[in-house]
Antibody
Framework: EVQLVESGGGLVQPGGSLRLSCAAS????????MHWVRQATGKGLEWVSA???????YYPGSVKGRFTISRENAKNSLYLQMNSLRAGDTAVYYC????????????WGQGTLVTVSS | DIQMTQSPSSLSASVGDRVTITCRAS??????LNWYQQKPGKAPKLLIY???SLQSGVPSRFSGSGSGTDFTLTISSLQPEDFATYYC?????????FGQGTRLEIK
């Protein structure tokens, strides 16, 4: 059974940093592209980053230069290092897998809440 | 960036109704269009990929169609468990973008 379990969320002050983790199981992690998608309370879905099987990262303009996605295939783990956090980054962060960067997100974790507030 | 626009933003319907949700892309995305269902407090769930392919385990009352810029998600006969929010998503080019969502409520 495919499982994705996020952790690392919490309360952080504006300008602070946080590192999210996503533990994967039930599939060959190294063979899949991985994504982070966030959702502010009561709002829609926003793609945050992706990483290919070769470790190539992708970001939208809203987080480029502040967020860093990485993966550790030996540990079946995905990470998101978030720096210079702003109130607008407050959201539930989901990790998800895809069979390619242009493929659908076929499995999602349950999400971890990040709150940026003083 | 490719903008995805869904309509309607919300919809009230009854069990047994046939429902159609529309998604329009700001430029052609071929068939790189996916649909997700999200229930309150839960992660999104993939329903339809590549515009019209049903994800494994998803009931056949869900169907998708379209290509280019205009797409539809149809639920042929609404069941109680179908009341949720639906999102379209383009995977044609980065950044991946989602529609704003369609909230399907019980009438």
């Amino acid at each position: 059974e495919v499982q994705l379990v996020e952790s690392g969320g919490g309360l952080v002050q504006p300008g602070g940093s946080l590192r999210l983790s996503c533990a994967a199981s039930g599939f060959t992690f190294s063979s899949y592209d991985m994504h982070w998608v966030r959702q502010a309370t009561g709002k829609g879905l926003e793609w945050v980053s992706a990483i290919g099987t070769a470790g190539d990262p992708y970001y939208p303009g809203s987080v480029k230069g502040r967020f860093t996605i990485s993966r550790e295939n030996a540990k079946n783990s995905l990470y998101l290092q978030m720096n210079s956090l702003r109130a607008g980054d407050t959201a539930v962060y989901y990790c998800a897998r895809s069979g390619g960067i242009a493929a659908p997100l076929d499995y999602w974790g349950q999400g971890t809440l990040v709150t940026v507030s003083s | 960036d490719i903008q995805m626009t869904q309509s309607p933003s919300s919809l009230s319907a009854s069990v047994g109704d046939r429902v159609t949700i529309t998604c329009r892309a700001s430029q052609s995305i071929s068939s790189y269009l996916n649909w997700y269902q999200q229930k309150p407090g839960k992660a999104p769930k993939l329903l339809i990929y590549a515009a019209s392919s049903l994800q494994s385990g998803v009931p056949s009352r869900f169907s998708g169609s379209g290509s280019g810029t205009d797409f539809t998600l149809t639920i042929s006969s609404l069941q109680p468990e179908d009341f949720a929010t639906y999102y379209c998503q383009q995977s044609y080019s980065l950044p991946v973008t989602f529609g704003q969502g369609t909230r399907l409520e019980i009438k």
